[in-house]
């Protein structure tokens, strides 16, 4: 019996550990935290369902299965649902704005939304959240493992960090998704097997298969619940944004809660068998039991191994998205980390967190108050992140909010009131506060700049012109001008023009007879110019404050000769900034030292003092390198709230 249990626990061991290495291969620091952004096909359903089937879901739910019946199921419904609502209102959105701001954690992601205060308070809770969501993985693994080898409690708990652990720091966030993938065709397997065998030699009374046993008041605890925690969970966002397009991303937010009903049905099998067997035992070890109890030899050692890979099936995922918050807020809040390495980050927290979670696990097993207290923070969150998409919600109003509905969350789990009736009342404290202090004025203006910030360097194209302009794009819309022709001029000699070792108009006037431009060099220009500067009237006006309240304000951007030229005459000289700064007219990019050092040289500030904002990723990390701090531009509202706190 141990032998064939050993055979299976070493099979998934060396599983795991296989794909890990994979994985690994051609490892960077975008494939180790996001998977490159390119996940898709089956991966998706599969890692975005696999999250909601772990093992302290199971044995909350198999819990409640054992002590209401079928009726239990509504917390599954409550989450298919929520995938239905997410995928119809709100994923679309949330996938754009993250592949525009280049953010790698839900925490980061409000962040650049409601500023550094809000952006932190969700990252407290989340982390809360789900350290305790990893230690109830590892309490459900260890006592499973437990009962497989007859090995002490403590040292099973051990074990399922190490086993985490190994894989995980191999290949990050590529690991979590190609271990999703396995872990669910092996609860598929455990599931359809177990069930199959409970339902040919057990009978079970046709009142635990009554739809409404739990009541009304849990009923809608578990829709709530089930619902929102789809919307607001930080893994699941996560997996957006490492989805390869928004086709697929709507793909597998439809085939995932179908995934999840049919496993719920199915697993339903062994809490209602194993009640019929052992009426008398603690409804939190039913899971256990079940599969350790009434499984015959053979099927006990598969079911029992595979139960214990459904228990850690998550703690991958989780112990990532800790500590990969922990990382993204080092960098975004302090200087001294701001160029640190993500993946060494993130593998100290990695390892920082699966340890302590093992010693809180060692200390308290009462999984099902833990569960739901973790069920109730998700409501608390609810309110914010959807008004955030439909509001300008205020940096105060969201803090509030998460502060009163938390103090909520603790009052219920320290008088023993936390059931899934009861959490519903973190819903109205979170959304009644958040409305209130929303209403309530601010003592000062939302736009008052940082202190800090003497200079501030706005980019061009993208945030005071509305959107990124692209010249070749426009031609072939209004002269039906094939982009092909164009491309090899702007990805070989225009190049040059930008830092001012080439003409442009004696470049072009060699190609625009071959693109078929009927017209003039200088005719082709004014065209270019006047399509290519259609300013944000709401940026302008914010820049004028800025300068009324004594912020010198200039711009920076990458231009040839001629269009920054025209910037210049346009905004510069103080008809907008002070100065316009464009690579051709410096010699050379704004991602380089050189340009600063010309532009403080001529300015006379220092880089402290400044602040640069532009809405590409790769420029904000390279400015970042040169003593500035940086903003990645979203919108208008985003970067007022940023700068006021």
């Known amino acids: 019996m141990i032998a064939l249990s050993i055979l299976f626990f070493a099979l998934y061991i060396v599983g795991v550990v296989v794909i890990g290495l994979i994985s690994a291969r051609n490892e960077t620091e975008e494939g180790f935290m996001l998977a490159e952004r390119n996940i898709g096909g089956l991966q998706v359903p599969a890692t975005m369902s696999a999250g909601f089937f772990d093992g302290a879901t199971l044995a909350v739910y198999i819990a409640y299965v054992y002590k209401y019946g079928i009726s239990a199921a509504w917390l599954f419904v409550g989450l298919a649902i929520g995938f239905l609502f997410l995928r119809k209102y709100f994923a679309s959105a949330i996938k754009r704005r993250a592949d525009e701001a280049r953010v790698y ?7 650049k939304i409601f500023g550094r205060t809000s952006g932190l308070m969700f990252s407290l809770l989340l982390v809360v959240q789900f350290f305790f969501l990893l230690v109830i993985n590892f309490i459900v693994a260890g006592k499973v493992l437990s009962s497989i080898f007859s090995l002490p409690y403590v040292l099973c708990i051990i074990i399922g960090g190490v086993v985490v652990l190994t894989y995980l720091l191999l290949a990050g966030f590529k690991a979590v998704v190609k271990t999703d993938f396995f872990q669910l065709l092996i609860m598929f397997l455990m599931s359809v097997s177990v069930a199959a065998f409970f339902l040919g030699r ?32 930080p893994d699941l966002w996560q997996r957006i944004f490492a989805t390869r397009d928004e086709k697929v991303l709507r793909k597998g937010l439809a085939y995932a809660p179908v995934i999840l009903v049919v496993l719920a049905a199915v697993i339903s099998i ?13 409804p939190e070890d039913a899971l256990v039991t079940g599969f350790s109890q009434l499984l015959p030899f053979g099927l006990k050692e598969f079911g029992m191994v595979l139960l214990y890979a459904v228990a850690l099936s998550s703690s991958d ?7 990969s918050i922990f990382t993204r807020d080092l960098q975004n809040y302090t200087k001294r980390f701001s160029r640190a390495s993500m993946r060494k980050l993130t593998r100290f927290f990695m390892i920082l967190f699966v340890v302590l979670a093992i010693l809180v696990g060692l200390v308290s097993d009462d999984v099902i108050t833990i569960g739901l207290s973790l069920g109730s923070l998700s409501l608390a969150l609810f309110p914010p992140i959807v008004g955030s998409f439909r509001w300008k919600l205020k940096s105060r109003a969201v803090t509030g909010s998460l502060i009163f509905s938390s103090i909520a969350v603790l009052v219920l789990a320290l008088t ?5 009736e009861n959490t519903i009342i973190v819903l109205p404290v979170s959304a009644v506060s958040l409305f209130l202090l929303q209403k309530i004025r601010s003592r000062s203006p939302i736009s008052r700049p940082d202190p800090r910030f003497k200079a501030i360097f706005f980019d061009a194209d993208g945030v005071l012109i509305r959107s990124k302009f692209l010249f070749t794009e426009q031609l072939e819309k209004d002269f039906g001008i094939q982009i092909e022709k164009m491309l090899p001029f702007f990805t070989g000699v225009f190049r040059q023009c930008s ?8 470049e072009l006037a060699k190609v625009i007879g071959d693109w078929g431009w009927t017209g003039t060099v200088e005719e082709l220009l004014e065209y270019w110019f006047t399509k290519g500067t259609q300013i944000d009237s709401d940026v302008v006006g914010y820049v004028k404050s800025l300068r009324d309240q004594g912020v010198r304000c200039f711009m920076a951007t990458d231009q040839e000769k001629y269009r920054g030229e025209h910037l210049e005459r346009e905004l510069g000289g103080g008809k907008l900034f002070e100065k ?11 991602k380089e030292q050189a340009f600063w050092d010309y532009v403080f040289e001529q300015i006379h500030e220092l880089p402290d003092d400044s602040l640069f904002i532009d809405d590409d990723a790769e420029k904000v990390e390279a400015v970042a390198g040169f003593g500035l701090d940086v903003y990645q531009y979203i919108d208008l509202l985003s970067l007022k709230i940023w700068l006021r706190e």
């Open 105 to 111: 954690s839900m925490p980061e992601y409000f962040y």
């Open 202 to 233: 057990t009978s079970i009374p046709a009142s635990e298969f009554a739809p409404f046993t739990i009541g009304a008041g849990n009923i809608i605890g578990f829709l709530l619940i089930g619902g929102i925690s789809i919307m607001v969970a």
């Open 270 to 282: 062994v809490g209602l068998a194993t009640k019929q067997f052992f009426p008398d035992i603690a």
């Open 317 to 323: 995922t989780i112990t990532f998205v800790v500590s």
């Open 416 to 420: 023993g009131a936390m059931t899934p």
């Open 499 to 506: 830092v001012g070792k080439a003409d442009l108009k004696e």
């Open 580 to 590: 316009v700064f464009y690579s051709a007219g410096v010699g050379c990019s704004k």
